[in-house]
């Protein structure tokens, strides 16, 4: 199997570098990989003025919130792991979306999202700022304005956009386009940017420098949380000042398991990092050592282990201040046998009746993942939601705001139902591993329904096959699309570039229904990792060549 391997990653790997160059750095002292060049060089600053991995993920995040406002930004939220070297266990703090406290099933028609996807409508309590900023409080060593200096400085001063996200502003120009506040931030005169133009945004440099000086709340209060309310209320929402004051991040333990002597520890409910734990132990009952990939055996076995992970996360998965989610229920070594031996038997799970009603999102994301010199980590996804989110941005702040309030379930009675001041559940599934007790890998990828297939496939190129993460980077890769509900669709698999038409032929015969796109595509994610030697202690970030993002080390 890893000769195998290897041979074909040698092979894609010529092959991707003549077209887009995998970005690889390595040292000692610390390591970012971040979805952009200036995120990353935030972060680097912060380890280097002598801050920890925490300070470096704070900055990294916040100029993300500038250069990528495609994937996130101080409108939206996310989730972040925490692995302080001096403590006892880790943390994870949720800074998920809540809905506003008029949202109900009387104000939004769920029965045709796509009337108010780009509008107020769509936009959830952003928790971002306090997430983040809890993060450093709690974790952080460095002064909250030195942390925040590089996005200030990227937001006045300006950014050089790169090839993915002008595509993305080419894809949903016409959403832009009709917020006036939108459009004069992100095109140049009406059209969409060229890479290597420069883009700046001197009411979010303000904000910036209003929460550098005064922290969360001046954002979530004042003058800053009246712009952002009147500018949803302007664009037809319901997020008033009182839901901004009243947000809070949680703070929590990850969900945690074992797999082949590595612990891992993925993020908590409302997120779906137990998904992507009960994918590995329904496949850590296989023996695949003999599996060749890709091949149409392992792309089964994989999808069928995926498929019922992801069942478990829409049936079961809400926000556990609302609802009993029990994780460690699907993690048990009976529950991984029963459904290890259903896709033995040939019992179809992608075929089996359709999981609860999930809710939509086109999904984008970013991740980052950053390691220093004395074995601190952060794993840290966040997200707006689609493409710039609601592309709503609040006049006179620079915010674009989310567009979650979508990714509710459309009736009631569910798991994942909208109530007031409720999270929206999450596909995001940042992972620390660690084996015997030493940190191994920080990980996590954007791609919305995506991410639940692309953690447990990137987990098992490094556990299983033990590939070096550059090399598990390029790997070609599928992805279920199981958020659609008739059940023919159930079976469609989206196949990367290097899954040959031979392996798409044989899937086909098996009875799914195969999608090719081409290689290192967007579509896949875009994975950013930090390795760390157990012998040596050096570390290796990875930025995926799928999106724009840069690894850095020192």
């Not at 989730?79 to 949720?94: H, P, T």
């Not at 809540?98 to 769509?122: C, I, K, M, N, V």
């Not at 952003?126 to 030195?146: D, F, K, N, S």
């Not at 048990?332 to 029963?338: G, K, N």
Request: include cysteine; charged fraction near 20%; proline fraction near 6%.
């Amino acid at each position: 199997m890893r000769l195998c391997t290897h041979l074909i990653a040698i092979t894609l790997l010529t092959t991707v570098i003549a077209a887009q160059e995998v970005s690889v750095a390595r040292g000692h002292e610390g390591a970012i990989a971040a979805a952009h060049p200036l995120a990353a060089e935030a972060g680097l600053a912060m380890l280097e003025a002598g801050g920890n991995a925490v300070d470096a993920a704070t900055a990294a995040a916040f100029a993300l919130a500038v250069v990528e406002a495609d994937g996130s930004g101080l409108g939206g939220g996310g989730v972040a792991l925490v692995r302080m070297a001096d403590a006892e266990e880790s943390i994870a703090i949720d800074y998920r979306s809540t809905a506003p406290a008029a949202a109900s099933y009387q104000t939004l028609d769920y029965s045709d999202r796509d009337a108010w996807t780009h509008s107020g409508l769509a936009v959830a309590t952003p928790g971002m700022v306090a997430g983040v900023l809890e993060m450093h409080r709690l974790c952080g060593r460095l002064p909250r304005a030195q942390v925040l200096a590089p996005a200030i400085r990227a937001a006045r001063d300006g950014y050089e956009v790169g090839e993915t996200f002008c595509l993305i502003i080419a894809d949903v120009y016409e959403h832009l386009i009709e917020n006036e506040a939108c459009a004069d931030l992100f095109l140049i005169d009406l059209f969409p940017p060229e890479p290597g133009q420069v883009l700046s945004n001197a009411d979010l440099a303000a904000v910036l420098e209003a929460i550098a000086e005064g922290g969360p709340e001046a954002f979530y209060t004042g003058p800053i949380a009246e712009l952002l309310a009147a500018g949803v209320q302007g664009a037809g929402g319901l997020l008033t000042a009182a839901d901004l004051a009243s947000y809070e991040p949680v703070i929590g333990a990850p969900v945690r398991d074992t797999y082949r002597g590595y612990t891992l520890e993925c993020s908590p409910p409302p997120f779906a990092g137990f998904a992507t734990l009960e994918a590995l132990s329904i496949l850590e009952q296989f023996d695949l050592e003999g599996l060749e990939y890709p091949s149409a055996a392992a792309i089964q076995i994989f999808a069928e282990a995926i498929w019922t992970a992801s069942r478990d996360y829409r049936r079961n998965l809400g926000d556990p201040r609302y609802v009993l989610v029990d994780a460690d229920a699907y993690l048990t070594d009976d529950r991984a046998i029963e459904a290890a031996n259903e896709i033995r038997t040939g019992n179809r799970l992608l075929h089996d009746e359709a999981p609860e009603e999930a809710g939509y999102n086109p999904g984008s994301t970013t991740h980052l993942s950053v390691v220093d010199g004395e074995g601190n980590a952060v794993s840290l996804t966040q997200t707006l939601g689609g493409f710039f989110g609601s592309t709503v941005v609040a006049p006179g702040t620079g915010v674009t705001l989310n567009s979650q309030m979508i990714n509710f379930s459309s009736r009631p009675g569910l798991v994942n139902s909208l109530m007031p001041g409720k999270r929206m559940r999450s596909s995001m599934s940042p992972v620390i591993v660690t084996r015997d007790g030493e940190l191994r890998f920080v990980i996590g990828t954007p791609g919305h329904y995506r991410i639940t297939t692309t953690m447990p496939e990137m987990l098992l190129f490094l556990l299983e096959f033990e590939m070096p993460l550059e090399e598990a980077m390029i790997q070609p890769r599928f992805a279920l699309r199981h958020t659609t509900l008739t059940e023919d669709q159930h079976t469609d698999l989206d196949l990367e570039g290097g899954i040959s038409p031979e392996i798409a032929t044989t899937l086909r015969a098996l009875g799914y229904r195969p999608n090719p796109l081409g290689a290192l595509h967007y579509h896949f994610g875009g994975v950013h990792a930090v390795a760390v030697d157990p012998e040596t202690g050096e570390m290796t970030a990875v930025a995926d060549p799928r999106r724009d993002g840069v690894a850095l080390a020192r």
